[in-house]
């Protein structure tokens, strides 16, 4: 009975995981990087030699085989069956969207003010007619790296679970967050509510030295900013 040959049954020197282990994943060729994804070659023919039959077809231009479809893979090339194919497009699609999200995060501008606060987070707050809170968790940097929302209530007011908070901020490695929520009445100046929780989610921050920067109240005219205002 023939079995295919693994990335395993190569000699050391041919071993991609190895060398990608030893000396970092940025040394391995497109070939080498290929078939870690594809991960097994087919009887008489290595993994690595059937990667390298897949580039050299497309010219080694990544952008032709990055165009590739499974039909395409799966007729084309022995050994390339539909689930190496798809593990094909999903490594594809992945990092696709790995550069879209680090290209989102280069042009979103740092959180260093209220005013960028504000204009982030004013098309998803100022025309609601019920209470949102969202949290933005920042890097070191101050630049977002993600914006989600921790609770929604009513007209007057919404309930937010500072556990469940930090545990988000913990969970996304981040540093620094803004707490921004917004006021569907119009009227931007805080509540007794509104001081109470932002000096509870604050205090419980800082023991995990988690800093809050600021706490943007947005409403229908413009906003609030406890930072500006020297509250926080």
């Not at 071993?15 to 060729?29: D, N, S, W």
């Not at 004013?122 to 890097?139: C, I, P, S």
Request: charged residues 25%; proline residues 3%; hydrophobic residues 40%.
């Amino acid at each position: 009975m023939t079995t295919s040959m693994r990335v395993t049954d190569l000699a050391d020197s041919d071993r991609p995981r190895e060398k990608a282990l030893e000396k970092g994943i940025g040394v391995l060729t497109d070939t080498e990087l290929l078939a870690i994804i594809l991960g097994s070659g087919v009887p008489g023919k290595s993994v690595l030699s059937l990667s390298r039959e897949i580039l050299s077809d497309n010219d080694n231009n990544l952008s032709r085989v990055c165009r590739l479809s499974i039909h395409e893979l799966t007729s084309k090339y022995q050994g390339v069956g539909p689930a190496k194919a798809i593990s094909m497009m999903a490594a594809i699609e992945f990092g696709s969207r790995c550069v879209h999200s680090l290209s989102s995060a280069d042009v979103t501008p740092p959180m260093t003010s209220s005013e960028a606060v504000y204009n982030h987070m004013r098309q998803k707050l100022e025309r609601l007619g019920h209470e949102e809170f969202w949290v933005l968790f920042l890097n070191r940097s101050n630049r977002i790296i993600s914006a989600e929302r921790v609770s929604q209530g009513g007209m007057a007011a919404t309930v937010v679970d500072v556990r469940i908070l930090l545990k988000s901020a913990l969970d996304r490695m981040s540093t620094n967050i803004i707490l921004c929520h917004n006021h569907p009445s119009g009227i931007l100046c805080p509540s007794v509510q509104d001081d109470t929780l932002t000096k509870k989610i604050t205090d419980a921050a800082r023991l995990l030295d988690i800093s809050v920067l600021d706490h943007v109240i947005v409403g229908a005219t413009g906003y609030y900013s406890y930072r500006d205002e020297g509250k926080i």
